[in-house]
């Protein structure tokens, strides 16, 4: 079989190397076999390769050892790879010297210093809230809240298409729907439990609460988003002392005072404010009907739907509100949002820092940064 040849002017490695002397300081496309001093000094740089034949060359050095303030992006040609991806390549290292060499067309152009440009962004994620019971006066549960997720750092790869779901809340006697951010999901509220063959609280997010018939359990939380519903009881006197259990919260269980309450969520400065999201439904309480509370955090009282955007449970006898998706990114990105999602604050700058946000409070879709 024949061996393809390589021009000696595509090898790299001091000798066979066509160093040129002009110091590179704004955009260029870079050519095989020539190697690039790179001041970075004044901004970062994007530097075009050229189409790929495998074994060529490029060397670039830092000359002014400011790859790592102000990097160096690479951009391949046409539909040409980076590492064996798509995405723009960096250098972020100082006084780097990177050589790139062309492998074939599954892995184009690669190096030791060469990492994809990503972007570090913070997320909450908050899911549907589930649905109260359906006997009002009688003993129904509170709807857990959604399911609460936040992180501080999470990395995306630039120039790539991520989904995002907005999970809305439950009707009454049924679960929260689920919200989605790339990898995250957050798991809906559970239901709150009724006294006509679904005692029990469901699991979700948060639990919901069960009905009011002793020996009943709260839906279960899922681990790291909520807390489990609280447990009802009938005591001895119809319906005097029926009291059915709060559904749960992400910052508590629900029913914790043993009086119906719902559980409180947990609060989240995302949006350089704070906020208190995934309050659990205030179950039933009997002759008392309408006193019990809904979890700070939009939880609903007995009878009312949980708050909107908040993931709140619904109260007895009423639905749970919808979920939310908050992202706060560097203010230097740009985020590009598909059809079918629906936002507010797009782009928000939040004060006193270098960042903004953009809160999808409906719909799905895709989104990508550059």
Do not use: C
């Not at 979920?323 to 740009?334: D, E, F, M, Q």
């Amino acid at each position: 079989m024949a061996q393809t040849k390589i021009k000696p002017e595509l090898i790299d490695g001091g000798v066979g190397t066509d160093w040129q002397s002009a110091i590179q300081t704004s955009n260029f496309t870079a050519a095989a076999g020539k190697g690039y001093f790179v001041d970075t000094t004044s901004g970062s740089i994007t530097i075009t390769l050229p189409a790929g034949v495998v074994g060529a060359q490029i060397t670039i050095q830092d000359y002014a050892g400011t790859f790592d303030t102000n990097n160096v992006v690479l951009n391949a040609n046409g539909s040409e790879k980076i590492q064996g991806d798509t995405i723009s390549g960096q250098i972020t290292t100082k006084n780097a010297t990177t050589t790139l060499v062309y492998q074939d067309s599954i892995k184009g152009w690669t190096s030791q210093n060469v990492t994809l440009q990503t972007i570090d962004l913070r997320y909450l994620v908050v899911a549907g809230g589930g649905g109260g019971g359906s006997q009002s006066t009688i003993g129904a549960g509170g709807g857990g809240a959604g399911g609460m997720l936040t992180s501080t750092s999470y990395s995306l790869n630039l120039n790539t298409n991520y989904t995002v779901t907005v999970g809305g809340g439950g009707a009454v006697n049924t679960n929260g729907d689920n919200s989605v951010f790339a990898t995250i999901t957050a798991t809906g509220g559970g239901r709150g439990g009724y006294r006509t063959g679904y005692e029990a609280g469901a699991n979700g997010g948060s639990g919901g609460g069960s009905a009011s018939i002793s020996g009943q359990s709260g839906g279960t939380g899922t681990s790291g988003q909520g807390n489990d519903g609280g447990t009802g009881s009938q005591g001895s006197n119809f319906p005097s002392t029926y009291q059915a259990g709060g559904g749960g919260g992400a910052g508590e269980a629900g029913n914790t005072d043993g009086q119906s309450q719902g559980g409180d969520g947990l609060a989240s400065d995302i949006t350089g404010t704070s906020v208190t999201y995934a309050g659990g439904g205030a179950g039933a309480a009997g002759t008392s009907y309408g006193t019990r509370t809904g979890g700070e955090g939009g939880g609903g009282n007995e009878g009312s739907d949980g708050t909107d955007n908040l993931g709140g449970g619904g109260g007895a006898n009423a639905s749970g509100g919808s979920g939310v998706v908050i992202l706060r990114y560097s203010n230097t990105k740009t985020i590009t949002i598909g059809s079918g999602l629906t936002t507010s604050h797009l782009n928000t700058a939040i004060s006193g820092t270098s960042d903004k946000y953009t809160r999808f409070t409906g719909g799905t879709g895709t989104i990508s940064f550059s």
